[in-house]
């Protein structure tokens, strides 16, 4: 059965501290997609990558950056040079493709990390 | 600015009642989706809708109820039969794509509490 499982349950650093944060998720299909989703204490949830299972390239954006490896079920997300506004509940999630028995927008969420960055 | 609204942010209900959650978007998406967050949980789909006057039932459907007479409108009624109704719940919206994979937009959300 599909699962998302991130180990960590909180993190605290201090500003300018890389962190990684990290997801490993088990699916049986062989197209799949893998999303990392960010929420604030405001609550709502913040889109912030999406990858496909035939896309293995690093991704970086800005601060951000994320590392795909099939042979780990691993997509782990790394923020470098923490600031406090990135203190935020993170969740990675997993997408089974339609024809796997996936539905449109079921997504199968972590239990996220807590992420505390102090000034 | 183009998004989605819940409504109310915070709500108490005493045992036994029913409530309902409202949800608008003006995003001109076709889907939209509710999930339930617990405390240290990831999210769990309850309804999705992929159009108006239909709608299919997620994981943990039973007590609640869902209608999407309206394309903006995908309003979520929890009702007495939800053993465990207290909880964080989640609008979401998106387009609908042939891979199903679709990129949400959510809500801020609405803070259910029984007493």
């Known amino acids: 059965a599909q699962k998302v499982t991130q180990a960590q349950t909180e993190i605290s650093v201090v500003e300018k501290e890389d962190v990684t944060l990290d997801c490993v998720y088990e699916t049986r299909d062989t197209t799949y997609y893998l999303f990392w989703y960010k929420q604030p204490p405001s609550g709502e949830l913040v889109f912030l990558i999406r990858r496909n299972s035939f896309d293995e390239q690093n991704e970086i954006s800005g601060r951000y950056s994320w590392n795909f490896q099939k042979s780990t079920s691993s997509f782990n997300f790394t923020i470098t040079a923490s600031q406090v506004v990135d203190s935020a509940v993170y969740f990675c999630a997993l997408s089974e493709s339609l024809s796997y028995g996936g539905s449109q927008g079921n997504l199968i969420f972590g239990k996220g990390t807590k992420l505390s960055v102090k000034p | 600015d183009g998004g989605i609204t819940q409504s109310p942010k915070y709500l108490f209900r005493k045992e036994g009642q029913n409530v309902t959650l409202s949800c608008e978007q003006n995003?001109?998406?076709?889907?939209m989706y509710w999930y339930r967050q617990d405390p240290g949980q990831g999210l769990r789909l309850i309804y999705y809708s992929q159009i108006v006057n239909d709608f299919q039932k997620g994981d943990i459907a039973e007590g609640y109820s869902v209608s999407r007479e309206k394309k903006e409108s995908f309003p979520l009624t929890v009702t007495s039969a939800q053993k465990n109704p207290t909880a964080f719940y989640l609008c979401a919206s998106s387009i609908i794509s042939s891979s199903g994979a679709n990129v949400l937009t959510f809500g801020a959300g609405s803070r259910l509490t029984v007493l």
């Open positions: 995003l001109n998406h076709d889907a």
